[in-house]
Each structure stands twice: as C-alpha cells, then as structure tokens.
Nanobody, 120 residues
C-alpha cells in the first residue's frame, strides 16, 4: 500500500507564495519521476512541473520562472515552490509519482489533491 500525502495548500493573495509538499509512504523500492499537476474548475488536469530521479525538470509554460520543483529522494518527497501567484493559478494541485512498489511493481500514484486559492 502506497500513499502520497500532500500539504501546503491554502489561500494566498496575488503576488504571494506557497510551498507544496508531497511525501510517498509505503513499501517503495524505487522512485522514478515525481511531479505536480493541477485542475481548475471546468478544466482538464494539466502538468505543472515534473522532475526525474536524476534531477531533470520540465515545467509548463505558465510555471516557468515562477515555480520551482525540487525533491528529496531519500525521503520520497517532492516540493513545489510557487512564487508570484496569480488568480489564474487557483486550482486543486495533485502530486504524482512513478514508483516501484514491493509486490506490486512499477505503477503511477496520485495524491488526494490540495486546494490553492489565489485571491485578494
């Protein structure tokens, strides 16, 4: 059994910052890619940022220059530092991890989502 536990969402004013965290817990043998997606009301889920186990990153255009993804492989944790937030960043943010789990094999896992609201 593997769970992705997210934290750090909340309400912030435009121009503010938030830091999201996501920890994968369970019988994890290996952690490949970890990333963040978001879904705004009435819209499809979209990639925010993604990081491989050896540190290669990929950002959506809207995130580049404002958001920074990082990870601690030893802790199976991924972070998303979000700066200069805009109202259009309001969404539920989901953590995603590509893991090898004992007795399961390689599989994609999702967190439960954390709400980020940017509003004055």
């Amino acid at each position: 059994q593997v769970q992705l536990v997210e934290s750090g969402g909340g309400l912030v004013q435009p121009g503010g910052s938030l830091r999201l965290s996501c920890t994968a817990a369970g019988s994890i043998y290996r952690n490949y890619n970890m990333g963040w997606y978001r879904q705004a009301p009435g819209k499809q889920r979209e990639l925010v940022a993604h990081m491989t186990s050896d540190g290669i990153t990929n950002y959506a255009d809207f995130a580049s220059g404002r958001f920074t993804i990082s990870r601690d492989n030893a802790k199976n944790t991924v972070y998303l530092q979000m700066n200069s937030l805009k109202p259009e960043d309001t969404a539920v943010y989901y953590c995603n991890a590509d893991l090898v789990v004992l007795l399961v094999g390689r599989k994609d896992y999702w967190g439960q989502g954390t709400q980020v609201t940017v509003s004055a």
